[in-house]
């Protein structure tokens, strides 16, 4: 077997079903298995794989294990020749994996192999590709310096722009891709890190072997933000804890050091806390986006289109788009988001067959699920 994709799901039923859905398209020229390994959640997210996705290899864990551990379990699983660690509230492009593989197969010492990501609204994750939070790294990015001059810009990779593929330190383990033979040679996600340092350890252990890994820029998945990134005094602990604990393992230097990491970890941690969007975004007009005769019954003024070239953007009407995903392939509207990415637009998915719409507003914002029927 060519591929396996791990999923590791707490919580997030929705966003697991469109990802699944979109890696089911994928993977439909390729020799791969889906493993979804879900981590004791207290939704559905369980029976509606077993119900949804009957093929798709399901294993439950009767905890939350964690990040590490869930995915380690979900690798010893695996049976393909690479593996792609994927988080639930992402969609991957039809094209993706393909891709990628094709890539990863052209390098000589090859370590993991990361993609271009985009939020909700269609705009870049610069989290995409990282370089090692030295000290003075670390320094940087907690004091904003990288936004000052690329001198600066090692912790976001600003070595190469987001449309430049090119070797770096750190992947996101949003997506990573990597030879599962590799995986397990440096021992997979280390289980001492609960969460949030655990995609930095992993990069960086590939590059102690002497491995190098990649950012891919020519093909894009949507890294939604789901429950389990919600950014509240748990998330703020924790991620405090990781990049502590990342240091001790990897840096052992003087007190001053270790002074200086801790103020940073918890400066650089607080940062990260969810911002408040000070001024509502007022939607004047809805766009659905569908070659289906049915109605969507969600809002009054929703205007119907079954073409994106026949969308014009107007400066001073703030739109949400909604796109029909059995319409539309993935790779398309992926392809519309990043060329209309606009402060007055918002993007929505529209699952027809579950009657949801799913999106996010904002990388900032909890992701956004919304029942609805479907009225023929």
Same mark, same amino acid.
């Given at each position: 077997?060519?591929?396996?994709?791990?999923?590791?799901?707490?919580?997030?039923?929705? *966003?697991?079903?469109?990802?699944?859905?979109?890696?089911?398209?994928?993977?439909?020229?390729?020799?791969?298995?889906?493993?979804?390994?879900?981590?004791?959640?207290?939704?559905?997210?369980?029976?509606?794989?077993?119900?949804?996705?009957?093929?798709?290899?399901?294993?439950?864990?009767?905890?939350?294990?964690? *990040?590490?551990?869930?995915?380690?379990?979900?690798?010893?699983?695996?049976?393909?020749?690479?593996?792609?660690?994927?988080?639930?509230?992402?969609?991957?492009?039809?094209?993706?994996?393909?891709?990628?593989?094709?890539?990863?197969?052209?390098?000589?010492?090859?370590?993991?192999?990361?993609?271009?990501?985009?939020?909700?609204?269609?705009?870049?994750?610069?989290?995409?590709?990282?370089?090692?939070?030295?000290?003075?790294?670390?320094?940087?990015?907690?004091?904003?310096?990288?936004?000052?001059?690329?001198?600066?810009?090692?912790?976001?990779?600003?070595?190469?722009?987001?449309?430049?593929?090119?070797?770096?330190?750190?992947?996101?383990?949003?997506?990573?891709?990597?030879?599962?033979?590799?995986?397990?040679?440096?021992?997979?996600?280390?289980?001492?890190?609960?969460?949030?340092?655990?995609?930095?350890?992993?990069?960086?252990?590939?590059?102690?072997?002497?491995?190098?890994?990649?950012?891919?820029?020519?093909?894009?998945?949507?890294?939604?933000?789901?429950?389990?990134?919600?950014?509240?005094?748990?998330?703020?602990?924790?991620?405090?804890?990781?990049?502590? *604990?990342?240091?001790?393992?990897?840096?052992?230097?003087?007190?001053?050091?270790?002074?200086?990491?801790?103020?940073?970890?918890?400066?650089?941690?607080?940062?990260?806390?969810?911002?408040?969007?000070?001024?509502?975004?007022?939607?004047?007009?809805?766009?659905?986006?569908?070659?289906?005769?049915?109605?969507?019954?969600?809002?009054?003024?929703?205007?119907?289109?079954?073409?994106?070239?026949?969308?014009?953007?107007?400066?001073?009407?703030?739109?949400?788009?909604?796109?029909?995903?059995?319409?539309?392939?993935?790779?398309?509207?992926?392809?519309?988001?990043?060329?209309?990415?606009?402060?007055?637009?918002? *993007?929505?998915?529209?699952?027809?067959?579950?009657?949801?719409?799913?999106?996010?507003?904002?990388?900032?914002?909890?992701?956004?699920?919304?029942?609805?029927?479907?009225?023929?």
């Amino acid at each position: 077997m060519q591929l396996s994709i791990i999923i590791l799901n707490y919580n997030v039923r929705y *966003f697991l079903e469109l990802c699944v859905l979109s890696v089911q398209k994928a993977i439909q020229n390729i020799d791969a298995e889906i493993i979804v390994v879900d981590n004791n959640s207290p939704d559905d997210s369980f029976a509606m794989m077993k119900s949804r996705f009957p093929n798709v290899k399901l294993i439950e864990n009767k905890e939350n294990s964690g *990040f590490p551990k869930g995915n380690n379990i979900g690798v010893a699983q695996a049976k393909g020749e690479y593996i792609c660690i994927l988080n639930p509230d992402t969609v991957v492009a039809e094209d993706t994996f393909i891709k990628i593989l094709d890539f990863a197969q052209k390098q000589k010492n090859l370590g993991i192999v990361g993609c271009k990501l985009i939020d909700g609204t269609g705009n870049f994750l610069p989290e995409s590709k990282r370089g090692v939070p030295t000290p003075f790294v670390a320094f940087t990015k907690i004091f904003g310096l990288y936004k000052v001059s690329n001198y600066f810009g090692k912790y976001y990779a600003q070595h190469l722009n987001e449309n430049e593929t090119g070797k770096v330190d750190i992947l996101v383990g949003a997506f990573m891709v990597m030879k599962r033979e590799l995986y397990l040679e440096v021992g997979g996600f280390d289980e001492n890190c609960f969460m949030y340092s655990d995609d930095i350890d992993l990069s960086y252990m590939v590059s102690l072997k002497g491995k190098s890994n990649y950012y891919f820029h020519e093909t894009t998945v949507i890294h939604y933000k789901g429950e389990s990134t919600v950014k509240d005094n748990t998330y703020m602990k924790r991620f405090q804890e990781a990049m502590n *604990f990342f240091y001790k393992k990897h840096f052992h230097q003087s007190l001053l050091f270790d002074v200086f990491m801790r103020f940073g970890s918890f400066v650089f941690s607080n940062s990260k806390k969810n911002k408040q969007i000070n001024k509502k975004f007022l939607v004047d007009e809805y766009i659905f986006f569908s070659k289906s005769n049915s109605a969507l019954q969600y809002k009054e003024n929703v205007f119907y289109c079954n073409d994106f070239k026949k969308f014009t953007n107007r400066k001073h009407t703030n739109y949400e788009i909604i796109f029909d995903i059995n319409s539309f392939s993935f790779n398309e509207i992926i392809s519309f988001m990043e060329a209309k990415k606009s402060k007055n637009i918002r *993007f929505k998915n529209y699952i027809a067959n579950s009657k949801y719409i799913i999106g996010s507003n904002s990388s900032n914002d909890r992701g956004e699920v919304i029942l609805v029927s479907d009225l023929k």
